[in-house]
């Protein structure tokens, strides 16, 4: 197993296209988040799933932001009708369960112009 | 609700200085504590946690005490290595979150020189 994978490294969009971002978490671990962090902050908390279900939802994740986890493997973040406010590195991670440290990938770098 | 706060960097040390990067805390219950470390263009990696008080983290010669009298969970090293720079991110998860999700501070770079 490789760890936490993402796709694509780096994004670059214009201002209202729409986005979608791949994470492959590490199979065995039931748990994936994603994170948010931009320049100079440390990541926030956007949602998470636990296998396919998903648990909870941060107040940062607007009406535009949308992830889904079908058959609880690979999870996908979408962001429709993006703004340049939403320029950041989103990350990724995966856990075995509750309490745990999590695996981190690599993130999505994504820059709105 | 739950915060985490940082020293601010840069940190700038020489080879073989002694590290100290100041963290302190605020959380509902009683928090597991965590510090993670971002090399330059990688993800955050694990580098240590602590569950309950007074139990020490260590990893790599970094260490660091949870200290809930203090509320703080400071990280230190002996001995820094050149390649030790990186960017340094200190989290909880608390009875808030239900212990899953991760509160981070705004990390602190450390810069070490030959």
């Known amino acids: 197993d490789t760890g936490v994978s993402q796709d694509p490294r780096h994004k670059i969009t214009k201002r209202g296209q729409n986005v979608t971002f791949r994470c492959d978490p590490i199979?065995?671990?039931?748990?994936l988040y994603w994170y948010r962090q931009t320049l100079g902050q440390g990541p926030e908390f956007l949602t998470y799933?636990?296998?396919?279900?998903?648990?909870?939802k941060s107040r940062l994740l607007s009406d535009r932001f949308s992830a889904e986890r079908p058959k609880g493997s690979f999870s996908t973040l979408e962001i429709q009708r993006t703004e340049q406010g939403d320029s950041a590195m989103y990350l990724c991670?995966?856990?075995?369960?509750?309490?745990?440290?999590?695996?981190f990938g690599s993130g999505t770098r994504l820059t709105v112009v | 609700g739950d915060s985490v706060t940082q020293m601010e960097g840069p940190v700038t040390l020489s080879e073989e200085a002694f590290l100290t990067i100041n963290c302190t805390y605020t959380?509902?219950?009683?928090?597991?504590l965590f510090w993670y470390v971002q090399y330059p263009g990688e993800g955050l990696q694990l580098l240590l946690k602590?569950?309950?008080?007074?139990d020490k983290g260590s990893n790599k010669g970094f260490e660091a005490t949870y200290r809930k009298e203090t509320t703080s969970f400071h990280l230190e090293k002996g001995s820094v290595q050149v390649s030790d720079s990186a960017v340094y991110f200190c989290?909880?998860?608390?009875?808030?979150?239900?212990?899953?999700?991760?509160?981070f501070g705004k990390g602190t770079m450390l810069l070490v020189s030959p």
């Open positions: 991670a995966s856990s075995p369960g509750q309490g745990n440290g999590y695996t």
């Open positions: 199979s065995e671990h039931n748990r």
């Open positions: 799933f636990q296998n396919e279900a998903q648990l909870e």
């Open positions: 959380a509902t219950g009683y928090p597991s």
């Open positions: 602590a569950t309950k008080a007074d």
């Open positions: 989290a909880l998860s608390s009875l808030n979150s239900g212990y899953s999700t991760l509160t």
